[in-house]
Every structure is written in C-alpha cells, then in structure tokens.
Nanobody, 124 residues
Framework: QVQLVESGGGLVQAGDSLRLSCAAS????????MAWFRQAPGKDREPVSA????????YYADSVKGRFTISRDDAKNTVYLQMNSLTPADTAVYSC?????????????????WGQGTQVTVSS
C-alpha cells in the first residue's frame, strides 16, 4: 500500500507560480510512475502531467505545456509540479497518483493509488 499526501496549494493571482509536492509513504520501494490530475468545480477530473520511473519520460496535457513542469526526487519519495503563468482556468483540486511499474500514462484508470488533493485557486 502507498499513501500519497499533496501540499503546496493555495490562493494566488493570475501570472503567479506555485510548486505542488506529493510525498509518498508506505511501500515505496520498487518502481512507481507518477502523475498529477486536477478537477475543477462541476467538471470531470482531467490529466495534467505524468512522469515515468526513473523520470526519463514526461507527459503534459496540452493546456499546461510550456507552463508546468513535473519532476521527481526518489531519494525523498516525492514528486513535484512546478506551475508557472497560472490563470483562473487552472483553478482546481490537484491530486497526485501512483501506478506500479515504470511506464507513465495520462490515462486516469491506469493508476493504483491516489492522494486527497490540494486546492489551487487562481484569481484574475
């Protein structure tokens, strides 16, 4: 079992930056691909970014390409999402997810473990 805890969310203005963190605990040995998803009020959850193990391959949703960067520090069992040039459209609850194996995917159903999420609110 793997537990995931997100942090770093908050209220920011358009154009600001935030860095989200997702700390994994439990059975963290072995290989896990990681991803970030987000869900805005009244909308379905959507993929944001994913990273393989050990981090050589990354994927991004078109809406965040060039603005967001995913990375991981396996020594700290933590994955990060650096978000720059935020807009009100980025307002959502951001959740991280982990899947056994090294291959990442933006497909929601491919993940075995989920965090509770952290709120990101971007004001105009």
């Amino acid at each position: 079992q793997v537990q995931l805890v997100e942090s770093g969310g908050g209220l920011v203005q358009a154009g600001d930056s935030l860095r989200l963190s997702c700390a994994a605990s439990g059975r963290t040995f072995g290989t896990y691909a990681m991803a970030w998803f987000r869900q805005a009020p009244g909308k379905d959850r959507e993929p944001v970014s994913a990273i393989s193990w050990p981090g050589s391959t990354t994927y991004y949703a078109d809406s965040v390409k060039g603005r967001f960067t995913i990375s991981r520090d396996d020594a700290k069992n933590t994955v990060y999402l650096q978000m720059n040039s935020l807009t009100p459209a980025d307002t959502a609850v951001y959740s991280c997810a982990a899947r056994r194996g090294s291959l990442a995917t933006l497909r929601e159903g491919g993940y075995d473990y989920w965090g509770q999420g952290t709120q990101v609110t971007v004001s105009s």
